[in-house]
């Protein structure tokens, strides 16, 4: 593994994925990029959320990017899981809805030269017909290296 991109979102199930990749990077000196993402309304909100603060005085928020904002919580994110052991790390970004996450996600493990990514899954049905979810799935099939899924 030279590089890893790890999808992370603001769940348990994301934060003990992340925990386990750094270990793996850790212990193979890899490289680590971050993937997360925001919907088209989330990002509208987010953005209003920030024009609000600025101006109630709290900083300066006014040219805030999709980027700015899945890189601060990305840095919050890893912050949270590693305490002060954080990392370097990249981060990814995109403002897309929900269902086309894999392009997305295949895109930046492609754009940013990643050999292995790890995603939290999830079972669609009781009786698992649908094992991994659509976008882990997705993300399987099309992605030319290693694929870690965490099932949720």
Wanted: hydrophobic share 40%.
């Amino acid at each position: 593994m030279e590089r890893a991109l790890v999808v992370i979102d603001d769940t348990d199930e994301h934060r003990d994925l992340f925990a386990e990749a750094v270990e793996i990077v850790h212990g193979t000196g890899a490289e680590l990029e971050l993937f997360s993402w925001v919907t088209p309304d989330e990002f509208e909100r987010d953005v209003e959320t920030l024009e609000a603060a600025e101006q109630a005085g709290s900083g300066t928020y006014s040219n805030a990017s999709a980027n700015d904002i899945v890189t601060n919580f990305a840095n919050s994110f890893a912050k949270d899981v590693c305490g002060s052991d954080v990392p370097e790390y990249d981060v990814s970004s995109a403002v897309t809805e929900d269902d086309a996450v894999a392009e997305h996600i295949l895109d930046a493990a492609r754009r940013s030269d990643c050999d292995h990514v790890f995603l939290v899954g999830r079972r669609r049905s009781p009786t698992g017909k649908v094992l991994f979810g659509d976008v882990a799935q997705e993300v399987i099939l099309n992605f030319d290296g290693n694929v870690t899924v965490s099932m949720s």
